[in-house]
């Protein structure tokens, strides 16, 4: 006989609350002692926010690291490189945070939005080439949730159509991709340190890169374009800029958050392939799929109800947290670009049409336009997952989501 289900009066599975992250002890207080001792906050001049660059591109294998202020900013920096003319397009994903998206139209150019495919929500390289035109100047692909992109596809595409491929790493930290580092597949890779990430300064964020050119540029870009200590009588600004500085206090948070990285990291991925091999069995709720050669770290834990399944993601999700599981539906809900009104307007720079007056084509951002992404959110749960979760937390997950499909089935 089936164990009633406590949504329906039944016993929880979950009866006391999970464990909290606690994302900074003694080694950020230790950092930011020499910051404060220092007397100098200034990131020209001091030491952390260099320290953190240098060692954030040692752990990647790359020559060139570029802290910024956020992980918005660090998209900004690697679209702010490509030094866009009005009406470029850069074909990004619709399941992302707005982040990935307003660079590139801040800087004159036009998101266009690739379909995901249905089991992983990533990007969908096939998708992904039939947007490409001859205004297309990059790919912006997003690992979402840790979950690494089909990278071999994304480099043929760049390197057969000449683009620049930018890899959005925010939630993605120490992921692989067929033994490489996300971020160090493509031309660029962008971070970010925001409070729920692997590692966080807060607002924080990063761009690695092993181009000498694009390095430069992302680094005149976050300076206001100003060449610093050229030996000339009036100060030069090379390109136009922004003030995306990371400061010493920020840098020195991030310099000993690098001691946890390989932790968090690998514990995520051990405990979110744990729960998946824990219901492997279920019929009708499925993980988000790992392309095979990959290791997925898990910023937090997606589940799939199947098109088949007799019950709904909200159902679900409504009778998963009554056994004491944390969870919602639907994680961003619609697509990005239907989430923000002026983007599917098409008005993001006041009255004028700028820069969709500026395009080759018809730019739509509608219901149709990324029909596989709807469905996916439509039927998508998530569980938050973190290192600080024991074995038997993900156990006792396992157990609510195994109870509530065989209750909801019946």
């Known amino acids: 006989m089936n164990e009633s289900l406590a949504i329906h009066g039944g016993k929880p599975i979950r009866q006391k609350s999970f464990p909290k992250e606690r994302k900074v002890g003694e080694d950020e207080l230790a ?17 952390k926010v ?20 956020s992980g918005t900013a660090a998209i900004h920096l690697a679209i702010g490189a490509l030094q866009l003319n009005p009406g470029d397009e850069v074909i990004t994903a619709p399941i992302t945070d707005i982040g990935s998206v307003t660079p590139i139209l801040k800087e004159g150019g036009i998101p266009l939005f690739a379909d995901v495919d249905p089991e992983t929500g990533n990007m969908d390289p096939e998708n992904t080439e039939r947007l490409i035109s001859g205004r297309t100047k990059a790919i ?15 480099v043929d595409l760049a390197k057969r159509y000449g683009l620049i491929l930018i890899e959005d790493c925010a939630q993605a930290h120490q992921a692989e991709y067929k033994g490489k580092l996300v971020g160090t597949i493509g031309d660029i890779g962008c971070f970010s340190l925001q409070q729920s990430k692997h590692i966080t300064t807060g607002d924080g ?50 310099l000993a958050q690098m001691k946890r990285l390989d932790w968090v990291t690998s514990e995520r991925h051990r405990k979110g392939t744990m729960l998946n091999e824990l219901i492997s ?62 983007i599917q307007r098409q008005k993001v720079f006041g009255d004028s049409r700028f820069p969709f007056d500026h395009a080759s084509r018809e730019v739509k951002y ?27 937390d993900i156990s ?12 909801l089935s019946h």
């Open 366 to 392: 509608d219901e149709t336009t990324c029909p596989n992404a709807q469905d996916y959110l439509n039927r998508l749960i998530v569980l938050p997952l973190h290192e600080f979760l024991s074995d038997d």
């Open 396 to 407: 006792d997950m396992a157990k609510a989501i195994i109870k509530v499909e065989r209750g």
């Open 31 to 47: 950092e930011l002692r020499e910051v404060i001792g220092s007397a100098w906050l200034f990131r020209f001049g001091g030491k």
């Open 205 to 254: 964020g990063i761009c690695i890169t092993d181009n000498e050119e694009l390095a430069t540029k992302m680094a005149l870009f976050m300076d206001k374009g100003w060449e610093r200590g050229a030996m000339t009588p009036h100060r030069r600004y090379l390109m136009l800029g922004l003030n995306y500085r990371m400061n010493e206090i920020t840098g020195a948070v991030a």
């Open 281 to 342: 069995e279920c019929k009708y709720v499925k993980p988000q799929k790992v392309l095979q050669g990959c290791k997925a770290v898990y910023w937090h834990y997606e589940l799939l109800i199947q098109r088949n399944a007799p019950f709904t993601a909200d159902e679900f999700a409504r009778a998963l947290s009554a056994e004491g599981i944390p969870c919602w539906a639907h994680y961003i809900g619609k697509p990005i670009f239907l989430c923000h009104e002026a």
């Open 50 to 69: 260099e320290a953190f660059e240098r060692a954030f591109a040692e752990k990647h294998g790359v020559r060139f690291g570029i802290a910024c202020t």
């Open 140 to 154: 912006l692909v997003v690992h979402l949730a840790g979950n690494p992109c089909d990278m071999d596809a994304f």
